[in-house]
């Protein structure tokens, strides 16, 4: 059923009932059958002439890179900044407003699919898990040698000076600014599909602005840039994963041929890591495994408060705990004025050096966040049907980046904590950031209980990539098939294929060709068309809730009928 929109309108004393009906054009039979042809078809050109291009011409894909680096990402660092911290501002208003903050993604008392430690697992596996066994150690530790502070002489590198500063700025990479993209993308698809009908795809999320003109070619463009920017955000996370999934079978001691001389992942490593985890990973695509993702998750959460209890006991302990509310006080305190400043680059020694630092870390995080923001948000969308808006934002937002504190105070908090003491002998700050996770375990136990250790991280890293590419696939799938994931059958089961092997090959032709760093900035060139999807996602989030709250004002319902029929159903 559908009504006449009102949501691209100006509103009028008497509001009309919201836009309840999004056509979008799938193919009726063959090969693409129920599928947008134009972007299913589009995206594979976009991401197999990316592929080509760095396999057959790795010198001018990386000369090309390196110049983007230097202009193009430069010139939109103040956009991503800015951007970030205006995601943050609509996700606390949309919150903290009563009249907002108690809509319901959902029908009229509708219950949520999972319970609350379900889906908390959800949401952090889905959203950062494997960037966080990477970085859990690697980032404190880098801005304990490096960061704003040091480069402006305010405290001296790898000092116990230095340890606040440094997590003042790893929390501000890994708390709300990634999750407030998160939780906003999903918001803004969620809130109209499962309160107005509209297909979970991300074209739907712009409805309440632009209305029936998202059914067309706009649509189709808003659809193809979140598909090619999901690959490209898929592909860093995953070439983290394997860089240290590699290192891992490393120190277990399954052979000198899993890395090179520079102590990175071989050629034959990553071939070998790409076959098995993306060949699983499609495979569960392929046979509905997906499903698992709940059983998944919470095995992911509880090895993970595993891990952490051991890093509790035997390694920083109360100084870990102390660290961890003095660095949250000291982010909260400091976080207005870090997420408006931008550094530009003034010919002075300093002010280059911060210039410099800013686009390495910050913009870089903020375009990974937002490139991934289509996977995670349609995800965390399909898992918090139910929900009101205010336990959404909170949940999204707060209980992840808290989880990701306590990784940060506790594994990076007994890195930093050995570094200073000497205890590592160097090792720690020796090895490559992939490998400083199991260093850090190395110099802390004994060898049989560190390639333990080591081994449960091994595993915890499998399941996260697995289920990340597995979920990529699919809400890929979802995107190209307006809302669903195509017809059952042979043709599904070849577009699964196709995108388990473009992910694959995008890992794997710049991580041999070209490094991670030339991930991370194809990564932020294809998030920039996206961004401004994400602006408008957040600007039409608010004109949809604003609206739904005059609605409910003048006694106009706010759900459409479809949704008030499927209730009934499963009340009846």
């Not at 990316?50 to 202009?71: G, M, R």
């Not at 698809?189 to 632009?210: M, W």
Request: proline share 3%; aromatic share 10%.
């Amino acid at each position: 059923m559908s009504t006449q929109p009102a949501d691209n309108v100006a509103p009028t004393d008497a509001m009309d009932p919201p836009l309840c009906d999004l056509p979008i054009n799938t193919a009726d039979s063959g090969f693409y059958h129920g599928f947008n042809k134009l972007v299913t078809i589009s995206a594979k050109v976009i991401v197999a002439a990316l592929i080509l291009w760095a396999i057959l011409f790795p010198v001018h894909a990386n000369d090309t890179l390196a110049l983007a680096n230097a202009t193009l990402i430069r010139e939109f660092a103040g956009w991503y900044v800015y951007l970030v911290a205006f995601l943050m501002l609509v996700a606390l208003v949309l919150a903290i407003v009563p009249q907002s903050g108690s809509l319901r993604i959902g029908a009229p008392g509708e219950k949520p699919e999972f319970g609350r430690f379900s889906w908390f697992a959800m949401l952090f596996g889905a959203g950062i898990g494997i960037g966080m066994l990477t970085y859990a150690t690697g980032e404190p530790l880098s801005h304990f040698g490096t960061n704003p502070d040091t480069i402006r002489g305010v405290v001296e590198p790898m000092s116990a000076e230095t340890i606040q500063s440094a997590y003042r700025y790893t929390f501000l990479h890994w708390g709300f600014a990634a999750w407030a993209t998160y939780a906003l993308v999903g918001l803004a698809v969620g809130y109209v599909a499962y309160r107005r009908g509209l297909p979970l795809t991300i074209r739907s999320g712009l409805a309440p602005l632009f209305g029936l003109r998202m059914s067309g070619f706009w649509g189709h463009l808003v659809d193809l840039v979140a598909v090619v920017a999901t690959i490209l955000g898929v592909a860093v996370t995953m070439s983290l994963g394997v860089e240290q999934f590699v290192a891992g079978l490393s120190r277990l001691g399954l052979g000198d041929w899993l890395l090179n001389d520079a102590g990175t992942a071989s050629v034959a490593a990553i071939i070998v890591a790409l076959i098995v985890l993306v060949g699983a990973s499609t495979l569960s695509a392929i046979s509905g495994v997906g499903r698992g993702i709940k059983w998944l998750s919470n095995l992911n959460m509880t090895l993970s408060f595993i891990l952490l209890s051991v890093f509790l006991i035997f390694g920083s302990g109360i100084g870990g705990v102390t660290l961890l509310f003095t660095s949250i006080a000291d982010y909260l305190v400091s976080l207005p004025g870090d997420a408006l400043t931008l550094w530009t680059a003034d010919g002075t020694e300093t002010g280059d050096a911060l210039a410099q630092w800013q686009l390495d870390w910050s913009v870089f995080y903020w375009a990974w966040w937002i490139a991934f923001a289509p996977f995670v948000g349609m995800f965390i969308a399909r898992v918090s049907r139910g929900r009101t808006i205010r336990e959404y934002v909170f949940g999204v937002v707060l209980v992840p980046s808290l989880m990701c504190f306590i990784w940060m105070a506790l594994a990076g908090g007994t890195a930093i904590e050995l570094v200073l003491s000497g205890a590592d002998d160097g090792a720690i700050m020796a090895a490559t950031i992939s490998d400083q996770l199991y260093a850090t375990l190395s110099s802390l136990f004994s060898s049989g209980i560190a390639s333990l250790l080591s081994g449960l991280v091994v595993i915890l890293l499998m399941t996260y990539l697995i289920t990340s590419a597995d979920s990529a696939i699919l809400i890929v799938n979802t995107i190209n098939g307006a809302g669903g994931e195509g017809e059952e059958g042979t043709e599904r089961r070849h577009h699964i294929l196709f995108w388990g092997a473009a992910i694959a090959l995008v890992v794997g032709s710049m991580l041999i060709l070209g490094g991670i760093d030339a991930i991370r900035i194809t990564m932020i060139i294809g998030a920039l068309p996206f961004s401004g999807v994400v602006a408008l996602m957040a600007v039409s989030i608010l004109k949809a809730v604003i609206y739904d709250v005059r609605r409910k004002r003048d006694g106009v319902e706010t759900h459409c009928p479809v949704i008030l029929e499927e209730a009934a159903a499963k009340a009846s």
